[in-house]
């Protein structure tokens, strides 16, 4: 069984990721997804339903870090050039 504590720490933990985000668009569709997938399953009492669905938001999680690392990576360049290339 998933204890209470556990699955706030995930909601949180998706809702911090989804902060990360630069994008204003793509940080309300986090926290909007986020938020409705644990009031959907909020009222889970089968021990195995909360333990799929947990098992399910931690995979979730796992997506949202990896594809903010891509979009960090390369959707949003550094403003400055490279040490090198800065003229004193």
């Known amino acids: 069984m998933v204890a209470k ?18 994008d204003y ?7 909007r997804r986020t938020l409705d ?14 333990i799929e669905a947990y098992a399910q938001g931690k995979q979730q999680l796992e997506v949202v870090e990896r594809v ?3 979009y960090l990576a390369y959707a949003y360049p550094p403003k400055t050039n490279h040490i090198m290339e800065l003229k004193v």
């Open 25 to 31: 668009n793509i940080r309300e569709y986090t926290k």
């Open 5 to 22: 504590c556990q699955v706030i720490s995930l909601c949180r933990s998706l809702l911090r990721a989804g902060r990360k985000y630069p």
């Open 37 to 50: 997938g644990f009031r959907m399953n909020g009222n889970l009492t089968d021990p195995s339903k909360v």
């Open 68 to 70: 903010l690392k891509v």
